[in-house]
């Protein structure tokens, strides 16, 4: 049975940085994704980056690019994302993801907007900007 763990969040002053792990890492035969999704209450869940296991491809939402990195360990089955110059509008409870099999067209286009994609979640970790 899959289980992903995340660990690493906390509380940070605007401008430090995080790194959140995801242990547990699902990798399909032939390639799948991971990413990292994030919601604050009262809002809908917002994906933040994501990774093609299969090529290590990535890309992110327009509103972290630049500040925070995918990347994968595959012998540790580990996702990680690092997260620097952090805002106050950063602040969330941030979510791992492991999707089943799936075509790279199918990633590029709607890895983050589709959470139906994703057949695993982490329980979350929690991350607060301070201003």
């Known amino acids: 049975q899959v289980r992903l763990v995340e660990s690493g969040g906390g509380s940070v002053q605007a401008g430090g940085s995080l790194r959140l792990s995801c242990a547990g890492a699902v990798y399909s035969y032939g390639s799948n994704c991971m990413a990292w999704f994030r919601q604050t209450p009262g809002k809908e869940r917002e994906g933040v980056a994501t990774i093609y296991t299969g090529d290590g491809s990535r890309y992110y939402a327009d509103s972290v690019k630049g500040r925070f990195t995918i990347s994968q360990d595959n012998a540790k089955k580990t996702v990680y994302l690092q997260m620097n110059s952090l805002k106050p509008e950063d602040t969330a409870m941030y979510y791992c993801?492991?999707?089943?099999?799936?075509?790279?067209?199918?990633?590029?286009?709607?890895?983050?907007?589709?959470?139906?994609?994703?057949?695993?979640w982490g329980q979350g970790t929690q991350v607060t900007v301070s201003s």
């Open positions: 993801a492991a999707s089943g099999a799936m075509y790279r067209d199918t990633w590029l286009t709607s890895a983050l907007a589709r959470e139906s994609l994703y057949n695993y």
